[in-house]
T-cell receptor
């Protein structure tokens, strides 16, 4: 298995809702990432998990809460989002958190906040 | 500050018309340079990793090269299916982690 699987593919949520994005990989990768991508912009790093521990938080608002229950699974919990949070949310994984390892990206979750 | 700049922002080619995309970078200690292809609404798809100046890699109609200041993605005799956004990203030593810094991308359109 050489894929990163993200669910759901599309999500529409109200500003008072609570929802979660899910990411799964079975490649034995020990680093996992959340990126946010707005239309016609490059991906922007949000969080890095290394060996199931949060190692980087790029000053992301607390309405985004990451969780790594095990080495294969990464969640992003969403609460009280704003319309400007609408974007493509990408999960990625890599073999380790040392330099030189490329990322494998999932297909993303298209999030719309209404 | 680490920076990655891609040019052109958009490129329109006729099928079979070869061209090059540019990625220039200013980073403190390049550890790796990556090229990705991204189709609309999809995640980036890995193409190449380059680690040192002078390195070249090829895959079908694509060839990536690296110098000390920039990388080029050469597209030879492109086909319409090569239409996509091509992203360049670097890993810098200052990050301390496996952190990719992306350029804004080049949107390539190949017309029959």
């Amino acid at each position: 298995d050489t894929e990163v699987t993200q669910t759901p593919k599309h999500l529409v949520m109200g500003m008072t809702n609570k929802k979660s994005l899910k990411c799964e990989q079975h490649m034995g990768h020990r680093a996992m990432y959340w990126y946010k991508q707005k239309a016609k912009k490059p991906p922007e790093l949000m969080f890095v998990y290394s060996y199931e521990k949060l190692s980087i938080n790029e000053s992301v608002p607390s309405r985004f809460s990451p969780e790594c229950p095990n080495s294969s699974l990464l969640n992003l919990h969403l609460h009280a989002l704003q319309p400007e949070d609408s974007a493509l949310y990408l999960c990625a994984s890599s073999q380790g958190d040392s330099v030189g390892y490329g990322y494998t990206f999932g297909s993303g979750t298209r999030l719309t906040v209404v | 500050e680490d920076q990655v700049t891609q040019s052109p922002e958009a490129l329109r080619l006729q099928e079979g018309e070869s061209s090059s995309l540019n990625c220039s970078y200013t980073v403190s200690g390049l550890r790796g340079l990556f090229w990705y292809r991204q189709d609309p609404g999809k995640g980036p798809e890995f193409l190449f990793t380059l680690y040192s100046a002078g390195e070249e890699k090829e895959k079908e109609r694509l060839k990536a090269t690296l110098t000390k200041k920039e990388s080029f993605l050469h597209i030879t005799a492109p086909k319409p299916e090569d239409s996509a956004t091509y992203l360049c990203a670097v890993q810098a030593g200052s990050g301390g982690y496996n952190k990719l810094i992306f350029g804004a991308g080049t949107r390539l359109a190949v017309h029959p």
